[in-house]
């Protein structure tokens, strides 16, 4: 390293330990030469004018080497910290706890449908279930999953529908509803962000249900269902592994089958 470039570095040092970071202005004042340094090293960098030695001192103050970059992962924080409250990342249009979020959730559609918005970026968005299009939103879905989804037709009240339905979040997230008492949470926040809209749904079963679990070569368990009430807990770790319901036969045919066999 040249003298010169140690002695920026040795101030840039003392501006982050006084400032808490390396966003240093490059307009008119104290810092207007180091600022410019800080820019400078940036383009260095691009071009490949700085050494290994030289990037790996300034990464150990934290070095922003892309200014845009660092506002893009902030807004991706926040985009995480929504999936893990609501279950989704499909921010409303009109999102009142953060306009700014809504905002940049649109740009990135946006960026996306004119091919701006790099391929890595894109995997981030879509390891958080990212949909490019609301409209398409259950083409996130597998599709052995999309094809066993019927879309809900609410009353006119808004209400959902009554009956024993399994409406699916996203993958590996659905909630049991029979459209009777209060709205699960989780249906709660999926409404509150799709303008009342219910999510798809996997019907179930009229009836008393048998649910066959395991290999039919090696096996099958057969688990009762009431044709109401909560699922059993083995049918529904089954529907968010594999987004189906398990294959099920009526509980009172498959048992007059059983004991014409056994005659």
């Known amino acids: 390293m040249s003298h010169q470039w140690d002695t920026m570095y040795e101030a840039l040092k003392a501006f982050r330990e006084t400032h808490g970071h390396c966003r240093v202005p490059t307009r008119a004042g104290p810092y207007q030469r180091l600022g410019r340094w800080v820019a400078a090293q940036r383009y260095k960098r691009k071009v490949g004018e700085l050494d290994a030695q030289q990037i790996e001192a300034l990464d150990a103050l934290d070095f922003v080497w892309s200014a845009s970059n660092r ?149 099958e368990k057969p688990v009762r269902w009431k044709g109401r009430g909560p699922l059993p807990d083995c049918v529904l770790s089954f529907v968010r592994e594999n987004g189906v319901l398990p294959r099920h036969e009526p509980a009172a045919s498959s048992e007059r089958a059983h004991h014409a066999k056994g005659a």
Request: aromatic fraction near 10%; charged fraction near 30%.
């Open 71 to 219: 506002a893009w992962q902030r807004m991706y924080r926040a985009l995480q910290a929504f999936v893990d409250e609501h279950g989704h990342a499909n921010v409303p249009e009109r999102y009142p706890a953060s306009q700014k979020l809504a905002n940049w959730v649109h740009s990135q559609r946006h960026s996306y449908r004119k091919g701006r918005l790099s391929s890595e970026r894109v995997h981030q968005l879509e390891e958080l279930g990212f949909c490019w299009s609301l409209r398409d939103r259950d083409n996130m879905l597998p599709a052995a999953v999309r094809d066993t989804l019927r879309r809900p037709d609410p009353p006119e009240d808004g209400e959902p529908e009554d009956g024993e339905k399994l409406y699916v979040i996203r993958t590996g997230v659905c909630v049991q509803y029979d459209g009777n008492g209060d709205v699960p949470e989780p249906l709660q926040r999926f409404r509150c962000a799709h303008d009342g809209e219910m999510p798809a749904y996997i019907p179930l079963p009229d009836g008393e249900t048998l649910f066959f679990l395991g290999n039919r070569f090696y096996g």
